[in-house]
């Protein structure tokens, strides 16, 4: 088993982005060590956050850089951006299991008419907390 120090996580956040436009930011730490680094690219919308819980999980949520920084897209609220299940036709989701009851979550609500996601609504976090699942 190979152990992974903050500093080293520190080290290879840093090698990793600094050739792209990202400016990272390191959370405070919890209680229980845990903490996030984000890193993002106001630019063009592009984020990377990473979750680090020691002893237990790492788990990374990136973001794609979609806007042009160059303004070659011009007003990008005149633009129809197809659904998720458009665009990940054949995506097959696994459920997540509580860490504490080790139960499946529940899913989100399925889309209403306007398209909208539950998801939210089930959220209530902010996915800031220790132990938190995003």
């Known amino acids: 088993m190979v152990s992974v120090t903050d500093a080293d996580i520190d080290e290879i956040a840093s090698q990793e982005l600094s050739g792209l436009p990202y400016k990272g930011t390191r959370g405070e730490p919890w209680e229980d060590g845990s903490f996030t680094l984000r890193s993002g690219d106001a630019a063009n919308g592009g ?6 819980f020691p002893d237990d999980r790492t788990s990374l949520h990136y973001e794609s850089g979609c806007r042009p920084s160059d303004g070659s897209m011009g007003d990008l609220s005149q633009y129809t951006l197809p659904s998720t299940e458009e665009v990940f036709s054949d995506l097959v989701v696994y459920p997540a299991f509580d860490k504490d009851t080790k139960q499946p979550n529940l899913p989100p609500p399925p889309r209403d008419a ?8 089930q959220s209530g976090g902010s996915g800031d907390e220790p132990g938190e699942d995003q």
């Open 47 to 52: 984020q990377l956050q990473v979750n680090y």
């Open 114 to 121: 306007s398209g909208q996601s539950g998801q939210s609504a």
